[in-house]
Structure formats: structure tokens, C-alpha cells
């Protein structure tokens, strides 16, 4: 498991802990204005990609430095995991309220809205800290003409907006606002998520891989390739000789998504732990 369900999940997902969604954590001073400065500022990601661009250009061992610096940081403050639509579903049996937001990615680097972010807490939203804490957010993303506003969903609803979301490509991840509480569930992919963004394209990690990796049965595999297409982790390649679609363990994050559009069945995820290649790999 990763470090994270020790620290935080006593051995277990910390994700599934339903203390790190407290509404007592997200009465913190300190973390309440975390999420108002972070909601606040989108143009503050935008200053990030640039960043991300020119240490892209450093030498080597600066670029080492600050990637173990940011990656410190940022378990601290904001890190993420992916998780499966099964365990998105477990985190809603036991959730409170769903609230679906704009992404702030997707404003930041796309300027544009795409509701693909669900706030998550343990109280119903009418008695949660996190409507009063919304109303303490200005930004015009959020609250201007173009904006739905926040939405509450029911567990049904919301499940159905994750689905949509991987039929699209999205894959599904967990956030902390100042570690260990736990508050949101976005959608993302590399064009449009700072977090995947810095992760996969520049080596920056700010999320845990799956709990799971996903795994091909040649027998079923027809060699469509529509797998290669949607992996945003570029762990699928297609073998000519064999005529199949091959997953990297050592690069798969095992989100499922290529799970889900595989027409023939032939993709599955297994529990991380017993790829022995895949087991250490966060």
C-alpha cells in the first residue's frame, strides 16, 4: 500500500477512512483558507505550467532537487491517488454530500468550464463548513454568468457523472487539502489536470498510482488498439508480432479506464500488491 494508508488509513486505504473526511478538519483556519487561496487563484496553475516548462530546461540534479522538494511539499498540502470506479463508490457509500463544482485545472489551463470536480464531505452540505467556506471563494469561474453554480448530487446521480466521465477518457483521482483531510474527486487527463500534467509529462509526481494495475488476457485481446488511445499513462503499447495490446505494470496507474472501453472483456485490474514488478511502484 502506499504511504499514505499507513500515515493516514491505519494499514488501510486512507482514502476509505472516513475520519480524513471530517467536517471537524475542514474547520481548520489554516486549511479553510488553503482551499479558499487555492479555488481563488486559478492563474496561479497557469504560473505553475511555466514553471514546470522552464525547470523542464535545468540541469539534471536540478531538476532532482525540485522534484523531491515539490513532491514533499505537496503530500503535505495538496497530493492525489488514482482510484477505480469501485472504490469512487465506496468513498460515496459512506460520504455525506456531493457536490459538483467547475474544475479549476480545466479553467487554468483549457479557459474554459468542465464540471468534472465533486467536493466531498461528511455532513450534509446544508450543515457542512464547506458551504460557508464556498462563500468565502471569489472567483468568477465558480460563481460568474457562464458558471452552473454547485450542484448537490445524490450517490446515484454522482456515479452516473463518473461513468459519463471514464466513457470520455477521464480517469478518476482523490485529493487532500492539507493533508490528511480528504475533499474532492476529480476527473482528469494530461491536457486538462495540473496534477496529471506534472506527474506524467514532467516527471513531478504530485499523485500515488492506483491501488491496482491493470492486466490483459491475450485469449480475449482482438488487437483494436482502442486501449492505446485512452491510457493517459502511456503504459499500453500493441505488439505487431502478436497482434494484442501489451500493459506495462511498471507504468500502469490502474485507473480502468482502458477496462472500461475494452469491447472485448480482456482487460482487468488486480490488486497492485501481487505484480510483483508493480508492488513498489507509487
Known sequence: MCEFCTKHGEGKKWYLQAANYSDHLLSDLKR????????????????????????DRAPSFVKRLARSAVTRRQKRNHFGQVLPLED????????????????????????????????????????????????????????????????????????????????????????????????AICNCDRTGCMGLLATVNYDMPVLFRAEYVAVTDPDRCNGCRECLKLCQFRAIAYNPIQEKAEIDPRQCYGCGICRRHCASDAITLVDRSKVTVAAGLW
Open 88 to 183: 469512487v463508490e465506496l468513498i460515496f457509500d459512506f460520504v455525506g454530500s456531493i457536490v459538483r463544482l467547475p474544475c479549476i485545472c480545466r479553467h487554468s489551463l483549457r479557459g474554459s468550464e468542465h464540471r468534472c470536480c465533486y467536493a466531498v464531505t461528511s455532513l450534509p452540505a446544508a450543515q457542512s463548513n464547506f458551504a460557508s467556506l464556498m462563500k468565502e471563494v471569489s472567483a468568477d469561474y465558480l460563481n460568474g454568468p457562464d458558471s452552473a453554480g454547485l450542484e448537490e448530487l445524490s450517490k446515484e446521480e454522482a456515479l452516473r457523472s463518473m461513468e459519463d466521465h471514464e466513457q470520455d477518457g477521464l480517469c478518476h483521482t482523490v485529493w487532500t487539502f492539507i493533508t490528511p483531510f480528504t475533499g
Open 32 to 55: 479553510r483558507q488553503f482551499i479558499i487561496d487555492f479555488l481563488g487563484h486559478p492563474e496561479r496553475l497557469s504560473n505553475n505550467v511555466n514553471k514546470l516548462k522552464d525547470l
